[in-house]
């Protein structure tokens, strides 16, 4: 193909994008072309980064690439400036062009050559994810719940297992690992979904903030105040979006999603096998890493996509320490700065590692200072963000080495049992893995020191800094995320362990050891399937109910009952999930959003305030002294535990009250 028929085919392509984003608006020439444009363009940046003939191989790798250079050039450009419809059609212009200028010639496209034999496991593996999606998609709601297991049909855990049975079975029985790998990406793809399936209104509070901002961006091209934090998602999402028209919604809940599905299982897989050579046993821990709870996967946040990064720069560097390969090196250069632009805190834990890697490289007057300052770099970007409300305070430490449930339920003992301490293996197997391999890989001296870099911002964050911004529940956050990303950093240390562990196993010729070894997997993989989701029981109350079509009703009857005049909603966070998703960033009164957001603000604790303490006109008072507005509406949902008196309370001492969803929730006014 010479360059001037593809430069024709570009703007061939292009032209109707740019046209339909300007002008015509129409759907069915978004999808089109916005697919058309994808695709075509992917192929030729995987081209440019590969350099290989390979037709799917190119569109694979060319879509990340891509999707990193948006998330980057995006997130500086709305930094800068803004995300309207010039700075989009620049990128889509900018994208679609570099690769065809760069291009030379490709002499002979390769197709994929995917043979298959036959295989009964791989017929019985899909028929038993087939059967649990069929129990997922009959659990499917729109009323608030607690977990999504008070819905699912406890079989599907049975289903799950002998699932994850037959998928471990068949790669001692399949020749083509690239089989192998597609139905490890079929059991992500299955652990992940709980909840995009479940949940038939969406799950979490964060992802419904972000839509609305992503759908403020998409329509205004900027928003006020113009957040700095997660410009990388914001980016890519709005740019999705005019190119192809799908709905926010859709491209947000299955952003991170696809990252994980598609590209997790493959970089783990690599990288692993670079250095340990069985495949059928590399299959086996890079399906191990479903073992690790992955509550941060199952739905499209900012840190989680950025978490998506980091494990990538974590898998991927293996491969690159041990080739040199400067393809790969570029693709940690994209996922770095992927991961800081979309999250600082995953993207400044990146920064450490590589910090890490880059000390014993540095000449010795300067390797003190910046020993010293990894050690400190997340601490002080917190306290330069917090203009003075981040202070110090020391925290006694709170260590339980080992923890063990005993509620007399066989199943859930271990399984709890396992959830509380699984974090306490992982440090003491991964670093010893890492000792041992840093007797012969370098590498891994690397993955020790950063491990240790970020342990130690951790401690900081946890026990010496107190975010008084935050209310009480937000304020750990960011130290379990960091302690999350301190136990994926030291995951290569566990597989090699477990790689050595499965090889011996499976060399001995007694039969009893390799089934204890292989139940031993199925359970700790599916103990995780339970874990990574909210579960309310006998161990853990997780109190997130889920936005629920009374939630809507509300908001909507609030909204009409106002008749035009200024108001401010005291609810809790599914109703103001709802008045976000419905009527975006409507209204806001002495810089006071009229919904509560959970997040540190005072309206918050005012609501707070009325549902623990009791509803009083003092705390009506002190919310139209805050916003300035005399009109309240309180609102309180059935499942909150004090419901009956706080109820009676409010009707009390409201101007009128409203049941609302056969009384779902109870809505009460207060005017002046």
Request: hydrophobic share 50%; with cysteine; aromatic share 18%.
């Amino acid at each position: 193909m010479k360059k001037e028929f593809l430069s024709f085919l570009t703007l061939i392509i292009t032209a109707p994008l740019i046209a339909n984003i300007i002008w015509w608006h129409n759907p069915t020439i978004a999808i089109i072309f916005g697919l058309l444009y994808l695709v075509f363009n992917a192929f030729f940046w995987g081209f440019q980064i590969t350099r290989k003939q390979k037709l799917f191989s190119n569109i694979y790798w060319g879509i990340l690439v891509m999707f990193c250079l948006i998330i980057i050039a995006g997130g500086i450009s709305y930094f800068i400036f803004a995300l309207n419809n010039f700075v989009i059609i620049f990128l889509i212009i900018i994208t679609g062009t570099i690769p065809i200028l760069a291009f030379n010639h490709i002499k002979k496209l390769e197709l994929p050559k995917l043979t298959y034999k036959f295989e009964i496991t791989h017929i019985l593996y899909l028929l038993l994810v087939l059967t649990c999606f069929y129990e997922l998609f009959l659990a499917r709601t729109s009323t608030s719940i607690v977990s999504p297991w008070h819905v699912v049909n406890v079989k599907v855990f049975i289903f799950y297992a002998l699932a994850t049975f037959f998928l471990i079975i068949s790669y001692f029985r399949t020749e083509n690992k690239t089989i192998s790998l597609i139905l490890t990406s079929i059991h992500f793809l299955l652990s992940t979904s709980v909840a995009l399936i479940v949940y038939k209104l969406g799950f979490g509070y964060d992802p419904i903030i972000h839509q609305t901002t992503e759908k403020h961006i998409l329509e205004h091209g900027i928003i006020h105040p113009k957040p700095f934090y997660y410009l990388g998602q914001y980016s890519l999402i709005v740019w999705l979006a005019k190119l192809t028209q799908i709905r926010i919604e859709i491209l947000d809940k299955l952003l991170l999603f696809g990252f994980t599905v598609i590209y997790l299982p493959k970089f783990i897989f690599e990288s692993l096998r670079s250095f340990l050579k069985n495949e059928n046993t590399v299959l086996i821990c890079t399906l191990l890493f479903l073992a690790l709870p992955y509550t941060f996967f199952i739905n499209t946040t900012p840190f989680g996509l950025s978490l998506f990064f980091i494990t990538a720069i974590i898998f991927v560097a293996i491969k690159y320490f041990t080739s040199k390969d400067k393809i790969t090196k570029l693709y940690l250069i994209l996922f770095t700065a992927a991961s800081l632009i979309i999250h600082p805190l995953a993207g400044l834990c990146a920064l450490i590692f590589w910090i890490a890697v880059l000390i014993p490289r540095t000449p010795q007057p300067y390797k003190p200072f910046l020993a010293i300052l990894n050690f400190f770099i997340i601490p002080l970007a917190f306290i330069a963000n917090s203009g003075g409300s981040t202070t110090f305070a020391f925290s006694a430490f709170n260590i339980n080495l080992l923890y063990l449930e005993n509620h007399f339920n066989i199943i859930k003992d271990l399984i709890y049992s396992y959830g509380f301490n699984y974090d306490i293996f992982i440090i003491i197997l991964g670093v010893t893995g890492l000792i041992f391999l840093s007797k012969k890989f370098k590498w891994s001296k690397y993955y020790l020191l950063g491990a240790f870099y970020i342990w130690v911002n951790y401690l900081i964050i946890k026990y010496f800094l107190v975010f008084n911004d935050l209310i009480e529940y937000e304020r750990s956050a960011f130290s379990e995320r960091i302690y999350y990303i301190l136990l994926i950093l030291l995951l290569p240390g566990v597989f090699t362990l477990i790689y050595l562990l499965i090889n011996r196993i499976i060399n001995n010729k007694q039969i009893v050891p390799k089934l204890f070894i292989l139940f031993l997997i199925i359970f700790l993989i599916t103990s995780s399937f339970y874990l990574s989701y909210p579960a309310k029981d006998d161990y853990q109350a997780n109190h997130g109910y889920s936005i629920s079509n009374a939630d809507f009703d509300a908001v909507t009857f609030i909204e009409n009952n106002s008749k035009g005049e200024p108001y401010i909603v005291l609810a809790n966070q599914t109703t103001s999930s709802a008045a976000l998703k419905t009527f975006g960033f409507n209204s806001y009164y002495n810089n006071h959003f009229y919904y509560p957001i959970p997040t540190g603000g005072e309206l918050y604790n005012l609501y707070l305030d009325m549902v623990n303490n009791g509803p009083s006109l003092e705390t009506i008072h002190s919310v139209r002294e805050l916003t300035g507005v005399d009109t309240v509406y309180f609102s309180i949902s059935n499942y909150w535990s004090d419901f009956p008196r706080t109820s009676d309370r409010a009707k009390l001492i409201s101007t009128n009250h409203f049941p609302i969803a056969n009384g779902k929730i109870n809505i009460y006014k207060f005017t002046k």
